[in-house]
């Protein structure tokens, strides 16, 4: 392939051909899916933002209509014998430990897990203390944020599920929990706000890792790695005619 321009040849060779044509448009493709990534973030801020202006009460005939991150309140009885320890999460400083769900049972007679916050492994075997977990399940009012179930980058085999409680679950579905609580647990669960009491380490952050800025500046550097390559290409082969 060559191309005469004025004075110059442009004649590059196949592979840095091929090369380009396998790279640029990954280059591009990375660029838009981190402005992809910027776009959700903001929503969900905003949806975040919205959601704390108001408290609305929480129950089976509202819990699906609920917009994520909305701040509710529910009223019921902590199920202290089938709490859930969701395994593998990060402390807010990134210690090792984890979550601790523990079903609420409603007025209406369905479910919803209440996330009461973070606690590290146990000594030894890597449990905390059971009566560490230990909740009063006298009727109270519980107050949080509506959130999804929590979703791994990538999933493999399944959540689990034992015999024993509290459970130890690594990424479970709505499906095996359901297989745990019940058709009337309900689809979303409750991140309980700080100063409520019987909770552990809480500290949410509505978008997972960093801002929407962050991803714009990485879509900026791939577009860049994108214009970089395009323009090494052409100077590199495009050279003055000898004749």
């Known amino acids: ?8 040849v442009f004649a590059p060779s196949w592979w840095a051909t091929l090369l380009v044509a396998a790279m640029l448009p990954l280059f591009i493709s990375l660029g838009y899916w981190q402005l992809g990534r910027a776009e959700t973030k903001r929503v969900l801020m905003a949806q975040a933002a919205v959601g704390q202006k108001s408290t609305v009460i929480m129950s089976a005939s509202n819990a699906d209509q609920l917009p994520r991150y909305q701040h509710v309140r529910l009223s019921g009885w902590f199920d202290n014998a089938h709490q859930v320890l969701l395994d593998n999460m990060p402390s807010a400083l990134g210690q090792p430990g984890y979550r601790v769900w523990t079903p609420m049972k409603l007025s209406d007679d369905s479910i919803v897990l209440v996330d009461r916050g973070w606690v590290s492994y ?3 075997a890597n449990k905390p203390p059971a009566e560490s977990l230990q909740v009063s399940e006298q009727s109270r009012d519980v107050t949080g ?3 999804e ?4 980058g990538v999933r493999a085999g399944t959540a689990g599920i034992g015999t024993s409680w509290p459970q130890m679950l690594n990424f479970p579905t709505l499906t095996e929990l359901r297989q745990l609580f019940g058709p009337k647990l309900q689809t979303r669960i409750v991140l309980m706000d700080a100063d409520n009491v019987d ?3 809480r500290r949410w952050h509505i978008t997972q890792g960093f801002g929407p800025e962050r991803h714009i500046a990485y879509a900026v550097q791939w577009f860049g790695f994108a214009a970089t390559l395009l323009v090494i290409y052409v100077v590199v082969n495009l050279k003055r005619k000898t004749s």
């Not at 392939?1 to 110059?8: C, D, E, L, N, V």
């Not at 179930?149 to 791994?152: F, T």
Request: proline share 10%; hydrophobic share 35%.
């Open 1 to 8: 392939m060559q191309f005469r321009i004025g004075q110059k």
């Open 122 to 124: 146990g000594d030894g």
């Open 145 to 147: 944020i509506v959130d």
């Open 149 to 152: 179930l929590p979703r791994p």
């Open 199 to 201: 909770g552990f380490e």
